[in-house]
């Protein structure tokens, strides 16, 4: 079992989490949302003991932990050695062989370079060295992140019969569905508990605001009687008796407002994003001719054709290593094929989100970095950065200072500056929080142009009127 007791973390003197308690044991699945920067990895970091508290206690009673990091780097090495290095004991590998069918890792190759792997199969890879450890607690960070819709509907399953404590950072409001018993959500420094699946959580959540927005009013009107009984008391005619009575009203008025101050709730979220456009439905956007992509005799797919039209919504899915990025890549100029034509609208104007955000230079501050890409004035930059929740501060912050949701939110403001004919979006929402992601939706969802999408986030997919979905697999495109 582990215990918190008025707990504290601040970094310089700025506070992140103020004085929470939690209890965290007996098996339950936990999982924590909140907004970019609210604190959720530090949290996991403070019970793991990776980071110490600034005050308060953390108890943990016959516990081992488990911890699986939001980004986590692997040595040079052979995916059996790296293994056999994590055995407590070296003749256990029999061990390895359980975790290996049990994650369903049907390529595994001990001699096979880690370097290798795709990034669900590094996913499993690290929960296997995790598992090895026989932790009680399993503590995750944005585990959907590295797997495609197989590998997360197959993680689900996993953590639900799992017989152990699991507690996950997540913003895939699906896999929250399916996973979890109770929801943390960090808000304003402190921990709010919901008993149920992420739904059960946001109906909860309305109805706690709803409470709050109802103490507010009573606060304000009982701060008016109170303003009220000040005005009348100062209207006595007897001077005596006047000073005597406002300075008891006025005694009475400090102390109810020390005691019963309430603040009206606000939540802070990004604006709605509005890209504007007026292609016509039957503009030809995108053309793929028998298009095929090899690297060295590794053939990626073949002989793909396809057409994209104005005001389609196109949801591109299907396997990892299947080469989706690769097609958005070819479509963009950034590889060559090996084979076939891509041919592009005539005077389209194409908003590209990649999937790693490789052009965001870390050792430049946010509005630099900004100006420089987008080329608006001071004014716009600070402007748009505001609207995304980057104060002027901020602004001046390095961009290896943000966390890897900050830095996506960062990365999402640059693309959202300007208007767009096509949207092509390459899993816009990794690392994004819930509330960023439900603008997004709402605006794509109003979007009168043409998107193409790639996304393993099925809650995101349904909300932003998906029109034609296609399948990337085993070298094939399919319409589904």
């Not at 404590?165 to 399916?178: E, K, P, Y």
């Not at 100062?234 to 407002?257: L, P």
């Not at 290896?400 to 208007?419: K, V």
Request: net charge neutral; glycine share 6%.
């Amino acid at each position: 079992m582990i215990s918190a007791k008025n707990v504290t973390k601040a970094y310089a003197g700025d506070i992140i989490l103020d004085s929470v308690d939690f209890k965290i044991g007996n098996n339950r699945k936990i999982g924590i949302v909140g907004k970019n920067g609210c604190g959720k990895t530090t949290l996991l970091k403070l019970i793991t003991e990776t980071e110490e508290i600034s005050s308060g206690n953390i108890d943990i009673q016959n516990e081992e932990f488990g911890y699986i990091p939001q980004e986590f780097n692997f040595p040079d090495k052979l995916i059996g050695e790296y293994l056999e290095e994590k055995l407590a004991l070296g003749f256990e590998n029999y061990k390895i062989d359980i975790l290996v069918t049990q994650m369903d890792f049907h390529k595994y190759d001990p001699y096979q370079e880690i370097k290798t792997l795709s990034e669900g199969q590094k996913m499993k890879l690290k929960l296997i060295e995790t598992m090895l450890l026989e932790p009680t607690t399993l503590f995750i960070d944005e585990p959907t992140n590295h797997l495609d819709i197989e590998g997360i509907m197959w993680f689900e399953n996993y953590i639900k019969n799992l017989n152990k404590t699991v507690v996950m950072i997540s913003h895939d409001r699906s896999f929250l569905n399916n996973t979890v018993d109770e929801i943390w959500e960090i808000e304003n420094k402190k921990i709010l508990r919901f008993v149920g699946d992420y739904d059960n959580y946001k109906m909860e959540k309305l109805k706690l605001i709803d409470k709050w927005d109802a103490e507010y009013t009573r606060f304000l009107q009982k701060k008016r009687q109170l303003e009220q009984l000040i005005e009348n008391v100062r209207k006595i005619k007897d001077g005596k008796k006047r000073g005597r009575a406002v300075e008891s009203a006025k005694k009475r008025f400090d102390r109810e407002i020390t005691l019963n101050t309430k603040e009206k709730y606000s939540e802070k979220k990004i604006k709605s994003l509005n890209f504007d456009t007026d292609v016509r439905s039957s503009k030809l956007m995108v053309r793929l001719e028998d298009l095929s992509k090899s690297y060295g005799t590794k053939e990626v797919f073949n002989n793909l054709s396809f057409e994209l039209r104005g005001k389609e919504k196109v949801w591109l899915f299907g396997p990892n290593g299947m080469g989706k990025s690769t097609l958005v890549k070819l479509i963009m100029g950034e590889e060559k094929p090996t084979a076939g034509n891509i041919k592009l609208g005539e005077n389209i104007k194409i908003g590209y989100f990649a999937q790693k955000q490789t052009r965001l230079t870390y050792t430049k501050n946010l509005l630099d970095q900004f100006m420089e890409t987008t080329h608006a004035s001071y004014g716009g930059a600070i402007s748009t950065l505001r609207k995304f929740l980057f104060d002027k501060d901020t602004a001046q912050k390095r961009i290896s200072q943000l966390s890897p949701g900050e830095r996506a939110r960062f990365a999402f403001a640059i693309f959202a500056y300007n208007d767009y004919d096509l949207l092509i979006l390459d899993e816009p929402t990794n690392h994004l929080d819930i509330e960023t992601k439900e603008v997004i939706e709402q605006s794509l969802s109003s979007y009168d142009g043409t998107l193409l999408l790639v996304s393993h986030d099925r809650y995101f997919v349904e909300e932003v009127g998906i029109t034609k979905v296609l399948n990337l697999r085993d070298g094939k495109l399919t319409l589904c």
